[in-house]
C-alpha cells in the first residue's frame, strides 16, 4: 500500500492506494473512494491528515495485521481487509511533510500534538510490529522537551504496555539529564570530592527514578542510632566493633558471594536495598556512615581487595567490608599483597581519593557488561571513565 499527499478543493488529504489498486482520499472526517465507492468509514488527523494547508503531513502506510493499526488511525478493522492503514516504516524514519517528524506538530501551539494524536502515537508505540513500535519511540525521544510536555501524563495510563512504554521513554530522557549532571560534576572538581554525591549522581544515570533523598535519610538514620551508644566507648577497635555489630550484623549486609559480577553490586541504592555488595561498594556505606559519626575512616585501594582504614595517633585498623568487617593489621594487608601478582608498593596500603575510588567502582562495573558483552553499557561507563581520567 502506498500513500501520497492530494488536495481537493480547500481541503488536504492522503491518497491511499491498497494493494488491489483501490484509491480513498484521506480526511479528518473519513475515507472517501475515489473511485466512487466507500472502502473506510473513518481515518483519523492524529496520524496521517492535518486541515491546515501550510502544514500538510503526510505518512507512507504500509499492509499489515488489521485490527490494531486500524484502532490507531480511528476506524474499524473490516473483516477479510488486507489493505490495513498503518504506518510503514522508511529506514529514516516516518515522514510528515517535508521533514522527518521530531515530534507530532499541532499547529495551534508550540508542538504539543492533539489528544487524538497522542492517542494514537500511544498505540503504535505498543505496536506488536517492532520496526513500528521502536520508529514511533526513537521519534519521541528525538522530539525532546516537545514530548515531556505531554508524555508524562500518561505513567498512569490504564493500558500496562503504554506505562511501560512511556515510562521507558521518560527513564531515557531522565538519564541524560543525570549523565550531563554527573558529567559536569566530574569536569568541575580534582582529585578531592563529595564522594557519596558523586556516587548518588552516578546512580541516577543508570536508575533515574532512585529516591536518594530516602537513602541519604537511611544513612543517617543509621549512623544516628550508632551515636547514642559512643558515649563510654573506650577504644576505636570498640567503635568499629558497634559498628560491624550495626551493618554486618542487625542490618544484614554481606558480600555478594554467590554473584559477585552482578551489576546491582556496584550501585549504592541497590547495595542498601538489598543488603548486598563487592568490597568497593560494602566499604563505601562503611565509609558514609563513619563520616556522619566524624570518626578518621577512609578507603584504601589495595590491589584485589578494597579495605576501610581507621587511624588515629593510637591506633590503626584496616576494615574488611566484605568479610562482615574484619579488622585487619597492616602487616596482614603487606603479606597479602606480596602473596599476589602484583609488586607491593606502600602506597597500596594508603587511602586513596574520592575520584579514584569512583574511577575503580566504574572499571569494575565497566569490565562487568564487558564481558558480558553489553556494548550500550560498556561504552557508556568507558566515556565515564575517560572523564574521571582527566
Not at 472517501?32 to 501550510?54: K, L, M, S, Y
Not at 596482614?332 to 601478582?341: H, L, N, S, Y
Request: proline fraction near 6%.
Amino acid at each position: 500500500m502506498a500513500i501520497e499527499e492530494h488536495r481537493e478543493g480547500d481541503a488536504a488529504g492522503v491518497l491511499v492506494l491498497g494493494q488491489h489498486g483501490e484509491q480513498g482520499l484521506a480526511r479528518p472526517g473519513g475515507m472517501r473512494g475515489i473511485a466512487g465507492r466507500e472502502f473506510a468509514p473513518r481515518v483519523q488527523e492524529a496520524v496521517a491528515v492535518d486541515e491546515n494547508p501550510d502544514e500538510r503531513h503526510v505518512g507512507r502506510i504500509a499492509p499489515g495485521r488489521p485490527a490494531r493499526r486500524a484502532r490507531a488511525m480511528g476506524r474499524e478493522a473490516m473483516p477479510g481487509d488486507r489493505s490495513d492503514f498503518r504506518l510503514g516504516v522508511p529506514a529514516g524514519g516516518i515522514t510528515f511533510g517535508r521533514s522527518t517528524m521530531s515530534a507530532p506538530h499541532h499547529p495551534k501551539d508550540s508542538g504539543i500534538p492533539t489528544p487524538e494524536r497522542q492517542s494514537a502515537l500511544l498505540t503504535l508505540l505498543t505496536d506488536d510490529d517492532p520496526a513500528i513500535s521502536r520508529c514511533i519511540r526513537e521519534q519521541l525521544v528525538a522530539g525532546g522537551a516537545t514530548t515531556l510536555a505531554w508524555l508524562g501524563g500518561y505513567r498512569l495510563h490504564a493500558d500496562a504496555a503504554v506505562r511501560r512504554e512511556v515510562r521507558g521513554i521518560l527513564g531515557q530522557f531522565a538519564s541524560a539529564r543525570a549523565e550531563v549532571a554527573f558529567l559536569g560534576f566530574v569536569a568541575s572538581h580534582g582529585e578531592n570530592f563529595d564522594l557519596e554525591e558523586a556516587l548518588w549522581l552516578f546512580v541516577r544515570t543508570r536508575h533515574p527514578e532512585a529516591p536518594v533523598e530516602g537513602y541519604v535519610a537511611q544513612l543517617d538514620e543509621w549512623a544516628g542510632r550508632l551515636r547514642e551508644q559512643m558515649p563510654g566507648v573506650a577504644s576505636g577497635e570498640e567503635m568499629l566493633g558497634r559498628i560491624n555489630s550495626l551493618l554486618f550484623g542487625e542490618l544484614g549486609f554481606r558480600g555478594n558471594e554467590e554473584n559477585f559480577f552482578e551489576p546491582a553490586n556496584s550501585y549504592l541504592n541497590l547495595v542498601m536495598d538489598r543488603r548486598l555488595g563487592i568490597p568497593i561498594s560494602l566499604c563505601a556505606v562503611y565509609l558514609f556512615v563513619c563520616r556522619r559519626l566524624h570518626l578518621p575512616v577512609a578507603g584504601v585501594g589495595m590491589p584485589g581487595h578494597f579495605l576501610c582504614r581507621y587511624q588515629t595517633p593510637r591506633e590503626e585498623h584496616y576494615v574488611d567490608a566484605y568479610n562482615g568487617g574484619m579488622l585487619i593489621p597492616r602487616s596482614e594487608c603487606v603479606r597479602r599483597i606480596k602473596q599476589g601478582a602484583v609488586a607491593y608498593d606502600d602506597g597500596a596500603v594508603l587511602p586513596i581519593s574520592p575520584r579514584r575510588i569512583l574511577q575503580r567502582m566504574i572499571a569494575n562495573l565497566h569490565l562487568v557488561h564487558k564481558q558480558r558483552r553489553d556494548r550500550a553499557e560498556a561504552e557508556r561507563l568507558q566515556r565515564y571513565l575517560v572523564a574521571l581520567a582527566r
